[in-house]
């Protein structure tokens, strides 16, 4: 009888154990890694309404994704210390978060700034020093300012994992969205990329990857984090596998599609030593949202990056960069001079047939 019992016990809790397994699992997996936040439109309306000492859920989630690119200084917090308080030290976080991204600064969690956080992007951290932005360029680079050191002019080889693809694409297909990214930088500066066959000697390693992918910065599947690369002379550059990567939207119809040009061109500025713009139409800007194509470089780009290497010889400003000044302001004046210099014109011409 003893026995009995105790075999039933044990099927018993082999039972139960059984069917609790998809909970824990399914608990497991519905975990959501820092970097990628997803809210409800619901959540997002109890976030928007917000303000200094409220306490409201989903603000400890946010604090660990601004940690997590650098807006707060982990040394002072542990991410499981996190509270859902709108404290004093958010709202100066938040004010930074804004500034970096080109925002306007409210220090609230605005409908704009909530948009800017659900979208996707770069895993690289953004470089927080306010100090070293320029009066016009808002351009940064990493701690130390490192770069290539060879001589000038510079030739950098560059390679694809085998291990490590993706199979939507083709190779070709890959290959070429890459070699058009590298040619965008090296007509700008005096380096030329190489592709090579010889991975494990290219100065340059590129390869996408799955979740935890063993340097300590896991990708967390579709959109949040895109791709991430190391500043110089490290020559990694890593693509979140699990992304729906196109070269062509009008054959990938996908909403989550993101455009491997504009990442790899942006990535590739990490590898030369360029940080986090805060120029919304910069290729060195974090976010991409999907579906969208931001691959040309602009003024931004070029002024930092040839601060670093100089100027390509054979480069010259054409004039698709002429619109791009336009955003700063600039060309705005030069704009406004012509059109009074063509009224001035057109007034003595007309003055002149009068006469
Ligand atoms: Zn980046
Ligand atoms: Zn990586």
Not at 66 to 88: C, K, P, R, V
Not at 165 to 170: F, P, V
Request: hydrophobic share 40%; net charge negative; glycine share 6%.
């Amino acid at each position: 009888m003893f026995l009995l019992l105790t075999h039933s016990s044990t099927l018993l809790f082999t039972l139960l154990l059984l069917t609790s397994l998809p909970c824990i699992l399914s608990r497991t997996l519905t975990f959501s890694p820092v970097t990628k936040i997803s809210l409800t439109n619901h959540n997002i309306q109890r976030l928007a309404d917000a303000g200094k000492g409220s306490t409201i859920t989903g603000i400890s989630e946010i604090k660990k994704y601004f940690s997590h690119f650098g807006y707060i200084n982990i040394s002072l917090h542990n991410n499981s210390t996190f509270s859902d308080i709108f404290d004093a030290e958010f709202e100066s976080v938040l004010n930074l978060y804004q500034q970096k991204l080109g925002l306007q600064v409210t220090g609230k969690l605005d409908s704009n700034t909530l948009s800017h956080i659900t979208t996707p992007r770069c895993g690289v951290p953004d470089t927080i020093n306010v100090d070293s932005f320029h009066s016009t360029e808002h351009y940064l680079y990493f701690p130390g300012k490192p770069r290539w050191t060879r001589p000038m002019p510079m030739s950098l080889t560059y390679s694809f994992s085998r291990d490590y693809m993706i199979r939507s694409l083709s190779l070709h297909e890959i290959r070429e969205a890459f070699k058009r990214a590298f040619s965008r930088w090296a007509s700008v500066i005096p380096v030329s990329f190489v592709e090579t066959d010889d991975y494990s000697f290219a100065d340059i390693k590129i390869g996408f990857y799955n979740g935890d992918h063993g340097d300590g910065e896991p990708f967390d599947g579709v959109l949040g984090v895109l791709a991430h690369s190391f500043s110089p002379e490290s020559g990694r550059l890593h693509l979140d596998a699990a992304e729906t990567w196109a070269v062509d939207f009008g054959s990938e119809k996908s909403d989550v599609a993101v455009d491997l040009e504009s990442v790899a061109t942006h990535e590739i500025g990490h590898l030369l030593g360029l940080s986090h713009s805060s120029v919304k139409e910069a290729v060195m800007y974090p976010s991409l949202k999907a579906r969208d194509k931001r691959a040309d470089l602009k003024m931004d780009d070029i002024k930092g990056v040839q601060a670093l290497y100089g100027s390509n010889p054979n480069f010259r400003f054409g004039s698709s960069l002429e619109s791009d000044i336009s955003t700063n302001g600039a060309d705005l004046r030069v704009r406004s001079l012509r059109l009074a210099g063509i009224i001035l014109f057109s007034f003595i011409q007309s003055l002149c047939l009068c006469i």
